[in-house]
C-alpha cells in the first residue's frame, strides 16, 4: 500500500518530536548510600547532604535518585552490602563513615566513592594524597585536632568531680590504636584517672557499662567506632539503665541521649560532601578532585539527660554551647 506525502510527514515529524523529548529527559543519576546503621536512624544524620544536594539542583526521583542500603552496625554485613552496591554500577556510592569508605573502596575501583572521615584518609588507604586522591575515592576528611583533649576538658566544666572516668574504644576499629594514645593524654591533661575498657563484639558493651557502675564510675567516653555509632540508640539505653553519663564525639550522640558531645560539625561536613558528589556526578574524576578539609567543630549538651542523672548545668554554660538539647 502506498504511502502518502502527508503521512510521510506526520510519522517523520512524531519521530523529531520524540527525539526533542529524549533529549529533554536527562538521564538519571544513581546514587547508592551506604548508612552504618539502620537507615531510620542514619536518615537524620544525612539530611544536610540531602539538603545541600536538593539546592544543587538534584532532586530525588527526579534527575537523581537514592538507594539506601543499611549496614546494621555489622562490619561483615557492611562488606558484603558495599559488595552488592558496586554490583550495580552506580554513578555514585557516598560512604558516611570510615569503615563503610573502607568497605566501598575494597569493593570497587571504578564506581566513584566519596566518603566523610575524621580519620586521615591516606593512612586509611582511601586516597593517595589529599591534594590528587589518585583513586576512585575522595571526598572530606574533618580534621578533629585536640577536640579529645577539649572534649574533656568541658566534661571538667560541666562535672568538676568527675575524677575518674571510664572510656570505651573498638579494637576493631581503623582508629584504635590512635585513639587509645589521644584518650590517655587527654586524661593526663585534664588529670581525670581513665578507666579503660576495649572490645572486639558488640554483646560485650553491655556488660562493661555493668562493670563501670558496679565501680563507681558515673561517666563514659566513647571512641569513635562504626559499632557503637550505628547502635547508638541502643548504647544510651545502656547507659541511662546503669545511671551513666555518656561523651562522645558526633552530634548524632548527644541527640540519642549523650550528656555532651564535642567535635566535628557533621553538617558542614555533609554540606561539603554534596558539593563534591555535585562535581563527580557531572563528569569529575574523584581521582583528581581534592579532598576537602574541613575544621569546624561544634558543642551540644543535653539538658534532658542532665536533667535525668540530676546534674545541675549553669545557665552560663549552657549559653556558650553551640546547641543545647531538651
Not at 575501583?109 to 583513586?135: E, I, N, W, Y
Request: aromatic share 8%.
Amino acid at each position: 500500500m502506498a504511502i502518502t506525502r502527508r503521512a510521510w510527514l506526520c510519522a517523520f515529524s512524531a519521530v523529531l518530536a520524540g527525539a526533542r523529548v529524549a533529549r529533554a529527559q536527562p538521564r538519571q543519576a544513581q546514587v547508592v548510600v551506604l548508612f552504618p546503621g539502620d537507615a531510620e536512624d542514619d536518615e537524620p544524620a544525612a539530611r544536610a547532604f540531602f539538603d545541600e544536594m536538593r539546592s544543587l539542583g538534584w532532586n530525588d526521583g527526579g534527575n537523581v535518585a537514592y538507594e539506601r542500603l543499611s549496614g546494621r552496625g555489622v562490619r561483615e554485613y557492611v562488606d558484603r552490602l558495599a559488595a552488592a552496591a558496586a554490583e550495580r554500577a552506580p554513578d555514585l556510592i557516598y560512604a558516611m563513615t570510615t569503615s563503610t569508605a573502607l568497605a566501598a573502596a575494597k569493593a570497587t575501583d571504578a564506581v566513584p566513592v566519596l566518603f566523610t572521615t575524621t580519620a586521615d584518609p591516606v593512612a586509611a588507604g582511601l586516597v593517595v594524597t589529599l591534594a590528587q586522591p589518585g583513586r576512585n575515592a575522595t571526598g572530606v576528611y574533618h580534621l578533629t585536632g585536640n577536640s579529645v583533649t577539649r572534649r574533656f576538658e568541658l566534661l571538667k566544666q560541666v562535672l568538676p568531680q568527675a575524677n575518674r572516668i571510664g572510656a570505651v574504644l573498638d579494637r576493631r576499629s581503623p582508629e584504635y590504636e590512635r585513639l587509645k594514645k589521644t584518650f590517655q593524654q587527654a586524661a593526663a591533661h585534664v588529670r581525670i584517672e581513665l578507666a579503660l575498657a576495649e572490645f572486639t563484639n558488640y554483646e560485650a558493651v553491655a556488660k562493661i557499662f555493668a562493670g563501670f557502675r558496679r565501680d563507681g564510675i558515673s561517666t563514659v567516653a566513647l571512641g569513635s567506632s562504626f559499632t557503637l555509632f550505628s547502635r547508638r540508640r541502643d548504647i544510651a539505653l545502656y547507659a541511662a539503665r546503669n545511671s551513666l553519663a555518656l561523651v562522645a564525639h558526633r552530634v548524632e550522640w548527644a541527640e540519642a541521649g549523650a550528656l555532651l558531645t564535642y567535635g566535628a560539625d557533621v553538617a558542614d561536613s555533609q554540606r561539603r560532601a554534596a558539593r563534591i558528589a555535585d562535581r563527580i556526578l557531572k563528569g569529575g574524576a574523584p581521582a583528581r578532585i581534592p579532598v576537602e578539609q574541613a575544621t569546624r567543630l561544634e558543642w551540644v549538651v543535653n539538658r534532658r539527660t542532665a536533667g535525668t542523672l540530676g546534674i545541675e548545668l549553669a545557665p552560663a554554660l549552657l549559653k556558650r554551647a553551640d546547641r543545647v538539647i531538651g
